[in-house]
C-alpha cells in the first residue's frame, strides 16, 4: 500500500518560492486551507463542556467559564520549538476567559501546590481525568474514553 508523506521543510521551501513569485498564491493557499478545516475546527471545539466543570468557574471574571471557538492557523516556519506543524487548530475562549486553560492545564505540571490547588486538580481528575502528556491538551477531549484495566 502506497501512503503519501510530506516532509514540513519541503512544504516550508515551497511557500518560501511561491512567495517569491506571488505572495497572493500564499494568501490564498492559506485562506483555502483554513476554510477547509473550519469544520474540523468547529467539531473539536464543540466536544468542549459548555458547562463548566466545577461550580467555581461560574463567574463573569477573568477566571470564568465561557464558550469556546475553534480557530486553524497555517504556520509553515513559523512554529515553535522547532515543531514540524504545517496546520494548528486551536480552541479558545471566547471573551478571554481563562477558565479553560485553567482547567485543562491543571496538574500538568505538579500535583498542586497549595492545599486548594491540589483539591481542584483532585475533583477536576475525579470528573475528567487528563489524558496525555504533561502540558499536552488532555482534559477537555470529551470523546475519548478511559482505559479499563
Excluded at 512544504?11 to 498564491?25: N, P
Excluded at 477566571?63 to 515553535?80: A, Y
Excluded at 505538579?110 to 481542584?120: M, Q, Y
Amino acid at each position: 500500500m502506497f501512503t503519501p508523506t510530506l516532509d514540513a521543510k519541503d512544504v516550508r521551501a515551497v511557500i518560501k518560492e511561491l512567495k517569491a513569485i506571488d505572495e497572493q498564491i500564499v494568501k490564498d493557499l492559506r485562506s483555502d486551507l483554513r476554510s477547509q478545516l473550519a469544520p474540523v475546527a468547529t467539531q473539536i471545539a464543540g466536544a468542549v463542556p459548555v458547562d463548566p466543570p466545577l461550580s467555581g468557574f461560574r463567574n463573569n471574571g477573568a477566571t470564568g467559564w465561557s464558550p469556546v471557538k475553534g480557530k486553524v492557523g497555517f504556520t509553515p516556519g513559523k512554529s515553535r520549538n522547532n515543531a514540524k506543524n504545517l496546520v494548528a487548530i486551536r480552541v479558545d475562549p471566547v471573551g478571554g476567559k481563562r477558565g479553560l486553560y485553567i482547567a485543562e492545564l491543571a496538574g500538568s505540571r505538579s500535583a498542586g501546590s497549595t492545599p486548594s490547588g491540589a483539591n481542584l486538580i483532585s475533583v477536576l481528575n475525579s470528573r475528567s481525568p487528563m489524558n496525555g502528556r504533561r502540558g499536552s491538551i488532555g482534559r477537555s477531549d470529551a470523546g475519548s474514553k478511559k482505559k479499563k484495566s
